[in-house]
């Protein structure tokens, strides 16, 4: 991650890791963290060709083969998984990309989510990305004519552990602020006052921009909520200048 962050090619390094742990379990097959550390590799190595336009798809899927190997290995590790609901996770993400629903990946990396939570339920990153892939169902749910407010209240709900096990989990504060402005959304779009929700989702934004590393995407998230409140104002007949100033403003720290 140091070499992509300050522009080189980590690629290579990941696929040398991936042999090493192949090697690794060449050696000794029963060893689940060598199947956890190729898994982890290959994750990696995905992530880094997808951002480079490659196909990763298999490397997404021969890391969700070896965090499964490692479950056969080690049933009750939290930690395999918590890595194979990250593999569906990817592979979730993905499909997004594509233009798919990714449903079906998404109800098992809650799954392997909540299977590792059970065993760990201190992990704050981990409950975040429950969070994610709810919301991705809540989605998927309004998507095909569904009503997401169960799957966007569960996103949340997930947001909520997280942020009770860590207040400085910028991603929790991030996800809880994207569930609620969605939701916001869906409601506006079906009569309901969405306003109360999308306080609550700048609110989460406004954390997430002190907390996140990359805190100017918080801050775009909350331009585009104070964006969707104005038309929805003005929409009405009601003052939206303030929130369409607000959203200027934001859009502005960004840029």
């Keep these: 991650l140091a070499q992509w962050w300050s522009g080189q090619d980590p690629i290579a390094d990941c696929t040398a890791a991936i042999a090493a742990c192949r090697q690794a379990v060449a050696l000794d097959p029963e060893r689940s963290l060598a199947w956890i550390g190729q898994g982890d590799a290959l994750l990696l190595r995905a992530q880094f060709r997808a951002a480079r336009g490659e196909d990763a798809g298999t490397d997404r899927q ?9 479950l056969e290995l080690v049933p009750d590790d939290p930690v395999a998984w918590m890595r194979r609901g990250d593999a569906w996770h990817a592979q979730a993400s993905a499909g997004l990309l594509r233009g798919e629903r990714g449903e079906e990946e998404c109800r098992k990396a809650e799954s392997d989510y909540l299977h590792g939570l059970e065993r760990a339920p201190g992990n704050a990153e981990g409950w975040a990305m429950l969070a994610t892939v709810r919301r991705w169902l809540a989605r998927a749910v309004s998507a095909r004519g569904g009503d997401p407010r169960e799957d966007y209240g569960r ?19 991030f996800e ?33 921009a002190e907390e996140m590393r ?3 995407v918080a801050v775009g998230a909350g331009g585009m909520v104070y964006m969707n409140r104005a038309v929805y104002l003005i929409q009405r007949g ?18």
């Excluded at 996103?155 to 504060?173: K, M, V």
């Excluded at 609620?180 to 929700?197: C, F, I, K, N, V």
Aim: glycine share 10%.
């Design 238 to 255: 009601r003052e939206g200048a303030a929130d369409l100033e607000a959203a200027v403003g934001a859009y502005g720290r960004v840029l």
């Design 62 to 70: 021969e890391a969700e083969a070896a965090f499964a190997r490692a």
């Design 214 to 216: 990359q805190g100017w």
């Design 176 to 208: 809880r602020g994207l569930a609620r402005s969605e939701l916001a959304s869906w409601q506006a779009a079906r009569g309901a006052d969405p306003q109360e929700t999308w306080a609550a989702a700048l609110a989460d934004f406004g954390r997430a």
């Design 155 to 173: 996103g949340i709900e997930a947001a909520d552990r997280a942020l009770a096990c860590d207040p400085a989990q910028g991603i929790a504060w």
